[in-house]
């Protein structure tokens, strides 16, 4: 997340949701270098698929937030809502009266947030080593595919939030990605991912095609800028 002022993901789905016809974004602030704002982003981006339409999460300057460029993005666009993480400067009216805000606190309390706004129940959920960057990506990848929320977790172990969230959810199965993800939780069935290549196999195994690839920087954060 190096250098990024304002980013947008665009997953290119069709719309075939109820809330198709919503437009919806997340707003997210990400500080360069700063992990714990990533692990916001990546959460977003799953429950940003939950809209149904071509979903949109944009990653932008907690200094400067609501740059020209933006402004006159959502001109165009129209956004019915945005969904505001943490803690930003209101936009200019007429957004102002669209915002959504969501608390943030430590990153496991966003991502629990961010959670609990996207979905009332999910059987399924992703974990996501928030410690290892390229399987928090693939994590990522894995539960907008399947609609269903994006926690972090620890060395082997969920944080309290995580757990209250789960059990919020009624959660019953979780794929736990990450070679430091959990392998057993209490009442849950873990499906442990070692690494993106088996988050690919996962997404084949549930029926997902595979029809695009994206390449990222893992290592981004501790990379010389060159």
């Known amino acids: 997340m190096r250098s990024i002022t304002l980013a947008a993901v665009l997953l290119g789905i069709a719309p075939d949701s109820p809330r198709a016809q919503d437009r919806i974004a997340y707003v997210v602030p990400v500080v360069a270098n700063d992990e714990a704002t990533a ?12 809209v149904g339409e071509r979903p949109m999460v944009f990653a932008v300057d907690p200094a ?22 943490g803690e930003l400067a209101p936009p200019p009216e007429p957004l102002r009266q669209k915002v959504v805000a969501l608390s943030g606190g430590s990153p496991e309390v966003t991502t629990c947030a961010i959670a609990a ?32 929320p994006w926690l972090p977790c620890g060395r082997g172990a969920i944080g309290d939030a995580v757990r209250t969230q789960l059990l919020a959810l009624g959660t019953k ?22 690494d993106a290549l088996a988050v690919a196999r996962a997404r084949v195994r549930e029926g997902l095609r595979i029809e695009s690839l994206a390449a990222t920087h893992p290592h981004d954060a501790p990379a010389p800028h060159a």
């Open 64 to 85: 400067t937030p609501w740059r020209p460029e933006l402004l006159d993005f959502f001109a165009r666009w129209a956004p019915s809502r945005l969904v505001v993480v």
């Open 39 to 50: 692990t916001a982003f990546l959460a977003c981006v799953a429950a940003a698929r939950t």
């Open 117 to 148: 706004h996207g979905w009332t129940t999910s059987p399924r959920a992703v974990l996501a080593d928030q410690n290892d960057r390229d399987a928090a990506f693939a994590a990522a990848v894995l539960a907008a595919r399947l609609r269903i």
């Open 173 to 194: 199965r979780v794929f736990a990605v990450g070679p430091g993800a959990p392998s057993k939780l209490d009442g849950i069935r873990v499906e442990h991912l070692a």
